[in-house]
Structures are given as structure tokens and as C-alpha cells.
């Protein structure tokens, strides 16, 4: 009889401790890991050359980075290319990594928004003097996303 209570007790805790194990899972925060060796070192190279500043909230609202309507804190680097300056900036306020690329083209300022693997996940164009809008032409946005990250490619350390 006690064999028969033990198998019982063994049955049910085994759909038990499941049930904990599932529950505990469940309510822990998902892992993203976004970094690439190509990522890592321009973030490292962010971290140690670049420079403390405040973006305004506008452009990268529109991205979803929002600070509550305050400017958003960024570490950045910025270089004079041969067709203007190119800026890239490391954004933690979501608690990742966040790169947001940006350069002036004439009067109107072209920001992407990409993870550390360099996947564009959002373009804005912001001009002068008017509201920043998204950039709904992926080709054009892919384009000048593929030059601006190839610019900082090229002069990235360590490559």
C-alpha cells in the first residue's frame, strides 16, 4: 500500500513542480541579445570616443524612443564625409543598445533607426524648418541607410 501512495505522490508532483517551472518562466523578462562583433565594436568605440549630448525628442518619437517628452540622452561620434557630416549616436533608454544613424542632406536631416545587428528598424526625415515625417520610400530609406552605416564600416577600428 505505501508503493501504491508513494507512485501517487511522485504522479502528481512531477505535473506540479512542471506547472512552477512553467509559471516562474513565464513571468521572466525575454533575453534579446542584438549584438554582433561588427556591433560590439562600434559600440565600444562609441563608449570610449564619443562624446555625452541630448537629441531632441521629436524625430526619434516617431521611432518610438520617447523620454517623456524630454530631449533623450546619446553618446555620439561624428565625422565630415566627402557629401557632408555623418553622426551616429548610442541610445540606452530602453535598456538596449540602439544606434540611430543621421546625416543632413541639404536642408532636410535623415535619421535611421537600427539594433547592433545594423537591421534598419525605422526611418524619419526631418527638415529644418517643418515636423520630422517616417520615410514610407524603402528604397530610398535602405539606400541611404546602407551609405551611412558603410561610412562608419569604413572607419571603424579593429575591422
Same mark, same amino acid.
Given at each position: 500500500m505505501s508503493s501504491l501512495v508513494s507512485s501517487r505522490r511522485n504522479l502528481l508532483a512531477v505535473p506540479a513542480s512542471l506547472f512552477v517551472t512553467l509559471t516562474i518562466g513565464a513571468c521572466a523578462?525575454?533575453?534579446?541579445?542584438?549584438?554582433?562583433?561588427?556591433?560590439?565594436?562600434?559600440?565600444?568605440? +562609441?563608449?570610449?570616443? !564619443? $562624446? &555625452?549630448n541630448m537629441m531632441a525628442p521629436?524625430?526619434?518619437?516617431?521611432?518610438? +524612443?520617447?523620454?517623456? !517628452? $524630454? &530631449?533623450?540622452?546619446?553618446r555620439q561620434l561624428g565625422e565630415d564625409g566627402s557629401d557632408g557630416r555623418y553622426v551616429v549616436s548610442l541610445v540606452n533608454i530602453r535598456k538596449?543598445?540602439?544606434?540611430?544613424?543621421?546625416?543632413?542632406q541639404g536642408d532636410v536631416l535623415v535619421i535611421h533607426l537600427s539594433d547592433t545587428k545594423f537591421a534598419r528598424l525605422a526611418s524619419v526625415r526631418y527638415p529644418r524648418n517643418?515636423?520630422?515625417?517616417?520615410?514610407?520610400?524603402?528604397?530610398?530609406?535602405?539606400n541611404d541607410f546602407q551609405q551611412q552605416i558603410g561610412f562608419w564600416f569604413s572607419r571603424m577600428p579593429g575591422r
Open positions: 523578462p525575454p533575453q534579446r541579445t542584438t549584438l554582433s562583433p561588427r556591433g560590439d565594436r562600434l559600440v565600444r568605440w +562609441i563608449q570610449v570616443d !564619443g $562624446r &555625452d521629436e524625430a526619434l518619437a516617431l521611432v518610438g +524612443i520617447t523620454n517623456e !517628452g $524630454r &530631449d533623450i540622452p546619446v538596449i543598445h540602439e544606434l540611430v544613424f543621421h546625416r543632413r517643418g515636423k520630422p515625417s517616417t520615410i514610407t520610400d524603402t528604397a530610398f530609406a535602405e
